[in-house]
C-alpha cells in the first residue's frame, strides 16, 4: 500500500482485528454482487470504500425514477443507464483503486458457475427465487461463501452460508414448491430496510474475507423494523436438500 492507501483506510487500519494485513486481503479480495438495487447499492458503496479490489457487478436492468427512492447507487440523470454502468461511475468517485467489473446480463450456467468460482465472496442481492437458488447451487458446487439478503415491506432477513459440505445452504430454507416472489413493484418497501440489510451484507462479506470476527453462517436473522425487533434462528443442513442433501454430495 502507498501513502495515499493508509490514509484512505486508515479508519479500518486503526482496528487491531483488522490491521495492515486484513486491509492487504479485502485489497487482494474480489466479491461477486448479484443484483444493484436496493441492497446491492450499499453493498456495492461499502464494499468499494471499504477497498474491496475487485468488483464483480451483475445486473440486466436499467435505472428507473421508481428504483431512486432506495437504490442510492444510481441518481437522477442517470434514468435509463444500465444499472451496472450507473453503479460503476458512483464507485469510481467514490474509490477510483477499485476495479470495478459490470456484467449487463443475467448469469446462468456456465457463466454462473465461472463467475462465482473466480470470486471470494458472493452477494446474493437479487429479487426473485429462481436467481436465488442459481447462485446458491453455484456457490455450493464451488464451496464459494455466499451473503445473503432479503427486504419486503417492513421485513427483511441476512444470513451467510460457507458452501462448506455438512453445513446448511440456502436451498434448505426454501422449497421451490409453494414458494411465491415477493417484489417491492408489487408489495413496496420502506427505503432504509435496503440499507440497514445491504450494510450488514457487506460487513459480513468483509468479515469472511479478512477472517475476523464471527459471521452469520448458520444463523438466520429476522428484522421486523415496524417494531424495530430482530429473532435469530439456528439453521441446520437439510438431509432432504436438493443441493446439499447427503444423497446429492455422496
Given at each position: 500500500?502507498?501513502?495515499?492507501?493508509?490514509?484512505?483506510?486508515?479508519?479500518?487500519?486503526?482496528?487491531?482485528?483488522?490491521?495492515?494485513?486484513?486491509?492487504?486481503?479485502?485489497?487482494?479480495?474480489?466479491?461477486?454482487?448479484?443484483?444493484?438495487?436496493?441492497?446491492?447499492?450499499?453493498?456495492?458503496?461499502?464494499?468499494?470504500?471499504?477497498?474491496?479490489?475487485?468488483?464483480?457487478?451483475?445486473d440486466?436492468?436499467?435505472?428507473?425514477?421508481?428504483?431512486?427512492?432506495?437504490?442510492?447507487?444510481?441518481?437522477?440523470?442517470?434514468?435509463?443507464?444500465?444499472?451496472?454502468?450507473?453503479?460503476?461511475?458512483?464507485?469510481?468517485?467514490?474509490?477510483?483503486?477499485?476495479?470495478?467489473?459490470?456484467?449487463?446480463?443475467?448469469?446462468s450456467?456456465?457463466?454462473?458457475?465461472?463467475?462465482?468460482?473466480?470470486?471470494?465472496?458472493?452477494?446474493?442481492?437479487?429479487?426473485?427465487?429462481?436467481?436465488?437458488?442459481?447462485?446458491?447451487?453455484?456457490?455450493?458446487?464451488?464451496?464459494?461463501?455466499?451473503?445473503?439478503?432479503?427486504?419486503?415491506?417492513?421485513?427483511?432477513?441476512?444470513?451467510?452460508?460457507?458452501?462448506?459440505?455438512?453445513?446448511p445452504?440456502?436451498?434448505?430454507?426454501?422449497?421451490?414448491?409453494?414458494?411465491?416472489?415477493?417484489?417491492?413493484?408489487?408489495?413496496?418497501?420502506?427505503?432504509?430496510?435496503?440499507?440497514?440489510?445491504?450494510?450488514?451484507?457487506?460487513?459480513?462479506?468483509?468479515?469472511?474475507?479478512?477472517?475476523?470476527?464471527?459471521?452469520?453462517?448458520?444463523?438466520?436473522?429476522?428484522?421486523?423494523?415496524?417494531?424495530?425487533?430482530?429473532?435469530?434462528?439456528?439453521?441446520?443442513?437439510?438431509?432432504?436438500?436438493?443441493?446439499?442433501?447427503?444423497?446429492?454430495?455422496?
Open positions: 500500500m502507498d501513502d495515499d492507501a493508509l490514509l484512505r483506510y486508515s479508519r479500518q487500519i486503526l482496528l487491531p482485528e483488522l490491521s495492515v494485513e486484513g486491509q492487504q486481503r479485502l485489497l487482494d479480495a474480489r466479491a461477486l454482487v448479484i443484483g444493484l438495487g436496493g441492497l446491492g447499492s450499499p453493498v456495492a458503496m461499502y464494499l468499494g470504500a471499504a477497498g474491496v479490489g475487485t468488483l464483480h457487478l451483475v440486466d436492468d436499467e435505472v428507473d425514477l421508481s428504483n431512486l427512492q432506495r437504490q442510492v447507487i444510481h441518481t437522477t440523470d442517470r434514468i435509463g443507464m444500465s444499472k451496472v454502468e450507473s453503479a460503476a461511475l458512483t464507485l469510481n468517485g467514490l474509490n477510483p483503486s477499485t476495479h470495478v467489473l459490470p456484467s449487463k446480463q443475467r448469469l450456467g456456465d457463466t454462473l458457475h465461472e463467475a462465482v468460482a473466480a470470486a471470494d465472496v458472493v452477494l446474493d442481492c437479487s429479487d426473485n427465487f429462481d436467481t436465488r437458488f442459481a447462485v446458491n447451487a453455484a456457490c455450493h458446487d464451488t464451496q464459494t461463501p455466499l451473503v445473503s439478503g432479503a427486504a419486503i415491506r417492513w421485513d427483511a432477513q441476512i444470513s451467510v452460508f460457507s458452501g462448506k459440505p455438512g453445513e445452504c440456502y436451498r434448505c430454507l426454501y422449497t421451490e414448491d409453494g414458494e411465491q416472489d415477493l417484489r417491492c413493484s408489487e408489495n413496496g418497501v420502506i427505503a432504509p430496510l435496503v440499507g440497514i440489510i445491504g450494510a450488514m451484507q457487506a460487513l459480513e462479506a468483509i468479515k469472511l474475507i479478512t477472517g475476523v470476527g464471527e459471521t452469520l453462517t448458520g444463523r438466520l436473522l429476522i428484522l421486523d423494523a415496524l417494531r424495530m425487533q430482530w429473532r435469530e434462528l439456528r439453521l441446520r443442513a437439510d438431509p432432504n436438500c436438493p443441493v446439499c442433501g447427503q444423497q446429492h454430495t455422496a
